[in-house]
């Protein structure tokens, strides 16, 4: 790999009940566990910093691949879903990402979704190591 960027956090306090801080600054925020989990909720977690990469990579991808194949998007967006759960001794991880491309026929919007997916660094680093839905939606 040729590297054209490196981004770099710093975790410090208790992991999911810590800090994360960006070198830059730009990210700069406490961490709690969701209350789903048996926290306290009302700070950011680290799946839902995943879903936020990931939606914004793949739909930069996704952008991309239209612009090559000179399709003209409106309105679309990528919302992706992380799931935390158990899986054997630990955890994992699980990815649905919703992609809705209003005003493209099926097979355009099913053919730029694959592409974006070969294309996306999240989707490289995640394929055959957690499982990725793709949900793309139309209408």
């Known amino acids: 790999m040729d590297t054209i960027y490196t981004?770099?956090?710093?975790?410090?306090?208790?992991?999911r009940n810590g800090h994360v801080r960006t070198s830059d600054g730009t990210l700069d925020v406490d961490l709690a566990i969701p209350k789903e989990m048996g926290g306290a909720?009302?700070?950011?977690?680290?799946?839902?910093?995943?879903?936020?990469?990931?939606?914004?990579?793949f739909h930069s991808a996704l952008r991309g691949v239209a612009r090559q194949a000179s399709v003209t998007?409106?309105?679309d967006s990528v919302t992706a879903e992380v799931a935390l759960g158990r899986s054997g001794e630990g955890f994992g991880l699980g990815v649905v990402l919703r992609i809705e491309l209003p005003g493209l026929a099926a097979d355009v919007a099913d053919d730029l979704v694959a592409?974006?997916?070969v294309m996306c660094p999240y989707s490289n680093?995640?394929?055959?190591?957690?499982?990725?839905?793709?949900?793309?939606?139309v209408g």
């Open 73 to 75: 998007l409106a309105d």
């Open 41 to 57: 909720g009302g700070a950011l977690n680290p799946e839902q910093l995943f879903a936020a990469g990931y939606a914004a990579c």
């Open 125 to 137: 680093a995640t394929r055959g190591n957690i499982e990725v839905e793709l949900d793309v939606t």
């Open 7 to 15: 981004a770099s956090a710093l975790s410090t306090g208790d992991g």
């Open 115 to 117: 592409k974006a997916h």
